[in-house]
C-alpha cells in the first residue's frame, strides 16, 4: 500500500479500537446517572494505576465526591460501574432482591486458570448455589468446634516459637509470622495436611503459598486486566498463577483422598466434607472440583485472614489503654480453661477481642470494594430528589464501598478514631458494616478467620508483649505500589517475652487497681 493508504488504515484502525474499547464512555449520560469524567481506557482508574494513591484512600475518596446521592457512576477503565452509597438500597441489592444480583464479575477465564475461575468465588447461578449449599456445612458452630483442636495446636507451636525467640525483645515481621500460622492453619483444616511453618518455613505447602500469593504490582495488574479487559487478557492467555500451584494442589488433594479412602482415615476437615458430600445423583465432587474450592479457603486463610491478623496485632501495640482492656480479657479467658486448653466457648464469648477484631475490620477492610453483576432487570430508586429512577439490566456492574461506608460520620461517630467499644454499645448497625460483604454471598469462612485470630492472639498475648518499634508504621498508610494493605515499612512489631507469670497478671492488676482498665 502507498503511504497515504496505509495511514488512513491505521487512523481507521485507531478509531475503531477507539470505539470499540470506549463505546461506553456516554453510558451514564444516556441514562441520567451523575458519574465521573473518564479518562480514554483508564477511566477513572489512573490514580491507581500510575500509583498516584493507594486503591483503598482512592476508593475512599470517590464514595465522598458524592455525598448526596444514593449512588453514582463510576468507570472501572473501560466498564461503567454503579457505586451504591446508600446502605439501605445496599441492603436491597444485596439481601432482599439478591435473586437480582447474585454473581462477582469475573477476572479470568474459567478454563485456563480453573484454581481461580471454578471456586466458590467465581461460581455463578445455580452452579454457585450448589456448591454454596455443599460448602456451607464447613463452618456451621459444629464443624468449626471439630476443627477447634487443629487450630489450637498451630497456635500453641506458633505462640511457643515466637516466646522462644523473644526472650530479649526482638523485631518481628508480623505478616511473615502470620502468614505462616495461617498457612499451617489452612493446610490441616482445609487440606489434611500437618506443616509447622515455624520451625520449617521451607516446606513446600508454605514456600509456594509465599510464591503464588505474593500480590505484586505485576499479580495485580494482571487482577486488574482480568477484571477491566476480560477479552484481552483471555486472548493473551493470563492466568493470575502458573501451572505449578494447580499441579501441586491436585496432587495434594488426590492422595489425600486416595489415602483415606484405602485406611478409612477420617479427619474433621474440608477434604473430609467434600468427600462425604454428594449431589441430588449421588454423585461425589471429582478431585478437580474438590481443589479448586480447597485452593481459595488457601488464599484467602493465607493472604486475607494474616493480613487481618497484622492489622489487629498493630492496634492492639499501639493503642496502650485498649491493650490493657484485651490483656485483661485474656487473662479472664485463661483463667476459664480448663488445664490450660482454651475451649470453642471461652474463645467465642471474649466480646472485647471480637470488638476490636470488628473495629480493625471497620477501619481497614481487606476489600476495597464489593461487587455485584446484575442478571435480571431492576430499578433503581432516584439517586436524589427530583431525580428519575434507573433501569439497571442484566451484565451491569455494581460496586459497594466498606472503605467508604466505614469512614462515613453519617453512620459512625468519630470516624478515624479506633474504638471498639462502638461495637459494644449498639451504635453500629448491621447495614453499614459489611467488611466481608452481606446477604447470601457473604464471606462463608469470615466466623472462621475470626475464631482463628481470637486463637492465636489469646496464646500470644498471654505469654508477649506486643510494642511498636522503629520500623512500624504508626500511624498507617499505605503501599501504592499494590491494591492490598500493605504499609510502607510493612508490620513490624517488637515482641518480648513475659518474664515470668506474675509479670503476666501483675501488670494487668496494677492497672485494674488503678482505673486503666473499666
Same mark, same amino acid.
Given at each position: ?6 495511514? $488512513? ?26 458519574? /465521573? ?7 477513572? /482508574? ?11 484512600? +482512592? ?60 471456586? !466458590? @468465588? #467465581? ?11 455443599? $460448602?456451607?456445612? #464447613? @463452618?456451621? &458452630? ?17 505462640? *511457643?516459637?515466637?516466646?522462644? =525467640? ?14 505462616? +500460622? ?11 495436611? *500437618? ?39 483471555? %486472548? ?6 502458573? &501451572? ?61 485472614? *494474616? ?30 480453661? *480448663? ?38 432487570? @431492576?430499578?433503581?430508586?432516584? #439517586?436524589?430528589?427530583? #431525580? ?22 453519617? +453512620? ?13 454499645? =449498639? ?23 475470626? /475464631? ?7 496464646? %500470644?498475648?498471654? &505469654?508477649?508483649? !506486643? ?18 494493605? !500493605? ?32
Amino acid at each position: 500500500m502507498d503511504p497515504i493508504t496505509t495511514a $488512513l488504515v491505521v487512523v481507521l484502525l485507531c478509531i475503531l479500537a477507539y470505539r470499540f474499547l470506549w463505546s461506553s464512555a456516554t453510558s451514564f449520560e444516556k441514562r441520567g446517572v451523575e458519574y /465521573m469524567k473518564p479518562w480514554p481506557i483508564v477511566g477513572n /482508574m489512573a490514580p491507581v494505576l500510575f500509583r498516584r494513591q493507594f486503591f483503598g484512600d +482512592y476508593l475512599r475518596s470517590v464514595y465522598f465526591k458524592f455525598r448526596d446521592l444514593k449512588y453514582f457512576g463510576f468507570y472501572n477503565f473501560i466498564t461503567p460501574t454503579i457505586v451504591i452509597r446508600d446502605p439501605e438500597l445496599i441492603t436491597s441489592i444485596a439481601v432482599k432482591n439478591f435473586d437480582h444480583f447474585t454473581d462477582h464479575a469475573g477476572f479470568v477465564n474459567e478454563e485456563m486458570d480453573p484454581l481461580m475461575g471454578k471456586n !466458590l @468465588f #467465581a461460581l455463578r447461578g445455580d452452579r454457585w448455589r450448589e456448591m454454596r449449599k455443599l $460448602l456451607s456445612p #464447613a @463452618f456451621t &458452630s459444629s464443624k468449626m468446634k471439630s476443627m477447634f483442636k487443629l487450630i489450637i495446636d498451630c497456635a500453641e507451636k506458633t505462640s *511457643a516459637f515466637i516466646a522462644e =525467640g523473644s526472650k530479649k525483645g526482638r523485631d518481628w515481621d508480623m505478616q511473615d509470622l502470620f502468614r505462616r +500460622y495461617a498457612n499451617d492453619v489452612v493446610a490441616t483444616c482445609s487440606f489434611g495436611i *500437618a506443616v509447622d511453618s515455624m520451625n520449617d518455613p521451607d516446606n513446600v505447602f508454605y514456600k509456594l503459598g509465599r510464591e503464588s500469593l505474593n500480590f505484586s504490582t505485576w499479580v495485580s495488574l494482571k487482577i486488574l486486566t482480568g477484571r477491566s479487559f476480560p477479552t484481552i487478557s483471555r %486472548l493473551l492467555g493470563i492466568k493470575i498463577f502458573g &501451572s505449578k500451584p494447580r499441579k501441586f494442589f491436585t496432587e495434594v488433594v488426590a492422595e489425600t483422598t486416595r489415602m483415606r479412602e484405602e485406611k478409612g482415615i477420617h479427619r474433621p476437615d474440608m477434604i473430609q466434607l467434600m468427600l462425604d458430600s454428594r449431589d441430588k445423583d449421588g454423585n461425589r465432587l471429582s478431585v478437580d472440583e474438590m481443589t479448586n474450592q480447597a485452593f481459595v479457603f488457601f488464599l484467602a486463610g493465607f493472604e486475607t485472614t *494474616a493480613t487481618m491478623m497484622c492489622l489487629v496485632a498493630q492496634l492492639i501495640a499501639t493503642n496502650p489503654e485498649i491493650k490493657s482492656k484485651v490483656l485483661l480479657e485474656v487473662e479472664e479467658a485463661h483463667r476459664k480453661m *480448663a488445664d490450660g486448653q482454651p475451649t470453642y466457648d471461652v474463645i467465642r464469648d471474649m466480646a472485647y477481642l471480637d470488638a476490636v477484631i470488628d473495629e480493625t475490620s471497620r477501619m481497614y477492610p481487606v476489600a476495597g470494594f464489593l461487587d455485584r453483576i446484575c442478571v435480571k432487570e @431492576f430499578e433503581l430508586p432516584p #439517586a436524589k430528589p427530583g #431525580a428519575q429512577p434507573v433501569i439497571v439490566k442484566p451484565g451491569d456492574t455494581l460496586w459497594f464501598l466498606p472503605t467508604g461506608l466505614h469512614h462515613d460520620p453519617k +453512620y459512625y461517630k468519630d470516624p478515624e478514631n479506633f474504638r471498639p467499644e462502638r461495637f459494644l454499645n =449498639g451504635e453500629v448497625s448491621p447495614n453499614t458494616y459489611i467488611p466481608f460483604g452481606l446477604g447470601p454471598r457473604v464471606c462463608i469462612g469470615n466466623r472462621f478467620a475470626i /475464631m482463628e485470630s481470637k486463637i492465636l492472639l489469646c496464646h %500470644l498475648l498471654k &505469654s508477649c508483649v !506486643l510494642e511498636p518499634c522503629e520500623r512500624t508504621t504508626d500511624p498507617l498508610k499505605f503501599s501504592k505500589k499494590t491494591v492490598t494493605l !500493605l504499609p510502607l515499612t510493612g508490620y513490624w512489631l517488637n515482641i518480648r517475652t513475659k518474664k515470668d507469670e506474675s509479670e503476666a497478671n501483675g501488670d494487668i492488676a496494677n492497672k485494674k487497681a488503678n482505673g486503666a482498665v473499666s
